[in-house]
């Protein structure tokens, strides 16, 4: 079973403190296989890792995998294995998507038809004890597989904006690793004396992006990035490729903590200037 990844289109940080934010599905994935065996066997392809059930309890690599079997209770031992297209901490919710694609798998292979709400929920939960604090966005945005509107905890669909967006292409620039975690991001923002108030600009951004043609919403990309570089979670590496795009004509801005990670880019690129990107940056994706 698959899942995707997400990307937080407006309002990262600010969401934190009770503003609005604005997330999308995206079409790199996640897929967990599962399939009959006698023991309980758990793969992760990507980090070339397999263990019995009792040894991956002891690596944190299997936190998320384990943390969503014990929940869903099940007997029975199977072989479930795991591979990504997602690259890991960098914002675009690769634990997330292993955690809902686990419980999707789990669901069907025994038959326990959980319905969307039931996956959102329990996908939420998992992310919760492992991590100890999260939000809902991730979880609930690979869930429903639709562009949501979060704002305290709570959310609701917002179709008509992802459609506007599709219209253009949606491109994912893996412009580095992050230096920080988004714990300590967080932190560096709460320390800024002016967050209230570009809080309140990069609130009425978003609002404004939600009723916005195409064209508007590439330019509040652009604003939104900038705020976020005030508010300190942009890199030179960042700025740098939000530059670039803005010059070919496209919106850009970082995508979720910062301090490193990815760009999302909005609008159409020629090859010329595919490559141009390509040279600065570690990948770069269609979404
Ligand atoms: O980069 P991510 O996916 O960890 O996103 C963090 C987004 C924040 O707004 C900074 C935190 C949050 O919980 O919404």
Known sequence: MKAKGKVIFF????????????????????????KKN????????????????EEAKKDKDFRYVIKAIELLKVKEPFFLSVSSELPVSCGLGSSASVVVATIRALSKFFNLNL?????????????????GKASITD??????????KIRNNEFSFIDEFEKTVREEKLYIAYVEEREMKTADLIKVVSEKEEKEEIFKEI?????????????????LMLENHKLLDKLGV??????????LAKKFGCG???????????????????????????????SLYLA
């Open 11 to 34: 309002g990262e940080h600010a969401v934190v403190y009770g503003y609005t934010a604005l997330s999308l599905p995206i079409n790199l994935s996640t897929n967990v296989n599962i």
């Open 139 to 148: 979880t609930y945005t690979i869930s429903y597989e639709r562009a949501l």
């Open 115 to 131: 319905p969307k709400k039931e996956i959102a929920k329990l996908s939420h939960r998992v992310e919760r004890e492992v991590q």
């Open 252 to 282: 850009a801005k970082l995508t979720g903590a910062g301090g490193g990670g990815c760009v999302i880019i909005l609008g159409d690129l020629n090859e010329e200037e595919k490559e141009l990107i390509e040279k600065i940056v570690k």
């Open 38 to 53: 006698d023991n309980l066997v758990i793969e992760l392809k990507n980090l070339n890792k397999k263990l019995g059930f």
């Open 203 to 219: 609130e009425e951004i978003t609002r404004e992006a939600l009723s916005s043609d195409v064209e508007r919403i590439k330019e």
């Open 234 to 243: 942009s890199t030179k590496g960042l700025n740098r490729v939000v530059r």
